[in-house]
């Protein structure tokens, strides 16, 4: 019987063989796999074991951490001023996980990240208590409270950059909401989460990156920029040879303009300032579509931007001729992200150069060491600095004597764009009001910024991007200057 | 066995007893777990924990008496067996003793239970009644062939107790429990010796004939149809063990058990072809219609599915424990593996083992498995009766499979089925049995490796020797 004894045994050497050879592949091979798996609750225990490292505005943390008695997680994260900064921070729920920086940074806020390998291993020698990391950003906290108070219970977003480096100085999305009602794991916790997330106002929605309007009247800049780039004109106050009526190609119907306003053979400095619809239709047709999408693209858009937090892309399609004539001035299926328009400006305002937007500074390690800091980086050139700097006069004047005078400071230089951009089936809704604009001061354009107001509770007709746009702006500019005093 | 060869570990005439490598490898096994006793005291509270002396000198004790019970009743037995059931036992102590600290397990017990009660007293319990029927059968069984009488009693026995829980309720989707007052057991583990006792006794009488009466075709011995009874029998058992206890374990260990000491006692590699035939029939015959089973093989296949996890996350749960591990593990006490909830220290006990101790664990944990397998085979080889091969061999294969089913289930290598890792899982049957397995065996290699009785002095020794000049 010794023969099939033998072969058992090799058998039973099978089967523990078969067991190594799996926990080999379970424990090594797919153990990142299992380990970052949404399921795996270790994540987020591991996310609150410790105390969180911050999110810090200005030198002051915005965000802290509390204690809690709950089982499995031994922190809970708290907010300051939440509603205003949820645009940035997002939110770290022990129920519902985390998004924005909170998800973005968690390897430094945890104090696990590979960066932070050398800090860990010392500090288990000398046995000090595990400790997150911090996350400095680039945002104002002035300018983020002026944009948050201007927008106040309307429904709308700013986004305000530093033009020279592409820093984040604001970023408000409103009506928002307090992440702390929701970063426990109680039934109160559930309940406010369901409330957020049923609201029809949709509070946790950041408008400021993720939602993208028709950009209306403001996106004449860039189709302004196309013409100047393209040498469709060279002069910003030569005759622009444009009809009125403007009959959009193809069709049998006109393009108006808003109101009755002197824009036949308007120049380009007029009509920005009036804000032709004629001129710059016209503009759009003669360019054709493919130019216009890629002075489009060259600003930034078609594509996903990331802050490091990911912002939609904005969308300037490939359509047809009357489409594409509307795509000009910012109508059709023409779409853009706050963030992107404060682009736009960023670019006219840094001498036609884009750069990249970004709002994470630094990155600490918990012992206060810097282990990043952000290089500024150019994203693109959508325009030479001399068609830069023609534009620059042109925005001048919308706010010197045109649709922008409500963004006027005294002492500095503001150039800005209005749009009251129509929207919903034959223009049923409420249009959304519009700004663009940039600050110079001697030092330089320090900011850049662009403030959607999605429907005031104003009347219709008062809708208008310099009526309710443009004081939000100049509110924010003003405080990034201020604060640069 | 006309070939002599050096497998056996049979020696010569003075043939160590090795009683000395044995209580060296004990005081090994002891101080390991200790250790680890120690170690999760010191992740969980930060200080060595303070029944660490009671639980050190339970493990000595039992250590010791068994050791001692060796010394005195199976002088020559092989040496490594009891020391590795040891350390299995005492390491399987700590990880229920560690997951009684458990935050979320003490919850959820009182939510559910209304109470919490920690199990690793009641295991250090179990153990000492293990170790004392351990000792038991080693001081009454004097030989193994004594057991030969009892053939059809151990099948008629074990016949009631694979059939009794069928009686009782369902407990968490399976009836493989006996429920008296406060007691119960799963008398599963106590089958499976009682079966491999009957499997040796039959198969040692009727395997001349079912080896040499048969007919060849396709290259295959076909056995002849009187002779298919009894594998029929046990097949058609196994399946309804499957279908009314819905224990796929029980069932596979049962079949895999017969096949293979069917294949051993008549070296007819077609008694292998059936088996895998009929159980791959059974397997999906009942698949087909059960629920029971359909959701483990579901679950095996797709455990992170939205319709298993709404069902059960356990292989979920278990599959992340093992690679949240890694290759080192995460040390004792500081791992998450009670996330698993329910069952985590007795099915799936070997996922504290992954998560804790690491790939390098685990590997060690499956290699003393395979080691008490290879000791159990090889007192197999060693036997010098049929008997006694038989009941080495399908002990120690009912071994293997149990390991392997277990562990590949909580592991995703196979669909799960409600086994326990012997010695390491907290269950009062399963420490029972095992120990119980641990002591046929030694008792058999006993035996198999005490020293033959001088021959006879020949009286023409002389007479024939060469003598040169």
Known sequence: MNKPLRRIAIFCGVLILALLVRTNYLQYVRADELNSRDENRRVRIERYAHERGNIIVDGNPVTGSVETKDSDFKYKRVW??????????????????????????????????????FNRTLSMFTGEKKQGGNVVTTLNAAAQKAAFKGLGDKKGAVAALDPQTGA???????????????????????????????????????????????????????????????????????????????????????????????????????????SCNTVFGKISDDLGNQKMIDQANKFGFNKDVFTPVRADASVYPKDNRPQNAMAGIGQASNRATPLQMAMVAAAVANDGKLMQPYMVAERKAPNLDVIYTHEKEQLSQPLSGEN?????????????????????????????????????????????????????????????????????????????????????????????????? | ??????????????????????????????????????????????????????????????????????????????????????????????????????????????????????????????????????????????????????????????LILLILPMFFPAVNGAKIWISLGPFSIQPGEFAKILIAVFFSGYLMVKRDALALASRRFMGLYLPRGRDLGPIITIWALSILILVFETDLGTSLLF?????????????????????????????????????????RVNAWLDPFSKATMAQSDQIAQSLMSFGSGGTLGTGLGQGHSDLIMFAANADFILSTVGEELGLAGMMAVLLIYGLIVERGVRTALAARDPFGKLLAIGLSGAFAIQVFVVAGGVMGLIPLSGMTMPFLAYGGSSVLANWALIAILIRISDTARRPAPAPAPSSDAEMTQVVRP
């Open chain 1, 80 to 117: 300051k001023n939440g509603p205003m900064w949820a645009p940035v921070t997002g939110y770290s729920s022990q129920a519902f996980d985390a998004n924005f920086l909170e998800k973005l940074e968690d390897g430094i806020l945890t104090g696990n990240d590979d960066q932070l390998f």
């Open chain 1, 168 to 274: 984040i100085l604001a970023l408000v999305s409103t009506p928002s909401y307090d992440p702390s009602t929701f970063a426990g794991n109680s039934t109160a916790d559930s309940k406010a989460w369901e409330k957020l997330s049923k609201d029809k106002n949709k509070p946790m929605l950041n408008r400021a990156l993720r939602e993208t309007y028709p950009p209306g009247s403001t996106f004449k800049v860039v189709t302004a920029a196309a013409a100047l780039e393209n040498g469709l004109y060279t002069s910003i106050d030569e005759h622009t040879k444009s009809p009125l009526p403007y009959r959009l190609p193809l069709t049998t119907g006109n393009l108006e303009n808003e109101g009755n306003i002197p824009c036949e053979n308007a120049s380009l400095r007029e009509a920005l300032r009036w």
């Open chain 1, 388 to 485: 830069a700097q023609k534009l620059q006069q042109m925005m001048e004047t919308v706010v010197k004597n045109g649709t922008g005078t409500n963004a006027l400071i005294n002492g500095v230089t503001v150039g800005g764009k209005t749009g009251t951009a129509q929207h919903g089936l034959n223009n049923s809704e409420k249009p959304y009001a519009w700004f663009i604009s940039y600050a110079k001061t001697d030092k330089g354009s320090p900011v850049a910024v662009a403030v959607v107001v999605e429907d005031g509770q104003a009347n219709r007709d008062d809708i208008s991007g310099g009526g309710l746009a443009a004081p939000i702006a100049k509110a924010v500019m003003k405080a990034v200057i201020d604060s640069k005093k």
């Open chain 2, 1 to 158: 066995m006309s070939v002599v060869t050096n497998t056996t570990t049979i020696g010569a005439i003075d043939a160590p007893s090795r009683r000395n490598t044995e209580l060296m490898m004990m005081v090994f096994a002891v101080a390991i777990s200790v250790f680890a006793y120690a170690n999760v005291g010191l992740a969980m509270d930060g200080k060595l924990p303070s029944g660490m002396f009671g639980y050190g000198a339970g493990l000595i004790l039992l250590g010791g008496v068994a050791h001692l019970v060796v010394r005195k009743f199976a002088p020559y037995a092989d040496p490594l067996l009891l020391p590795l059931a040891t350390l299995l036992n005492g390491l399987g102590l700590v990880l229920i003793w560690r997951l009684d600290q458990s935050p979320r397990l003490i919850q959820r017990a009182e939510v559910l239970y209304g109470a919490y009660s920690p199990d690793a007293p009641k295991q250090l319990l179990y153990s000492a009644i293990g170790v004392a029927f351990f000792v038991a059968v080693l001081v009454i069984l004097k030989d193994h062939r004594i057991l030969q009488r009892y053939t059809y009693i151990s099948m008629v026995a074990a």
């Open chain 2, 255 to 295: 079949f895999g058990l017969f096949v293979v000491m069917l294949y051993v006692a008549t070296e007819r590699t077609s008694w292998i072809v059936f088996g895998l035939l009929m159980s791959a029939v059974g397997a999906v015959g009942v698949a087909s219609f059960e629920p029971h089973v359909q959701s």
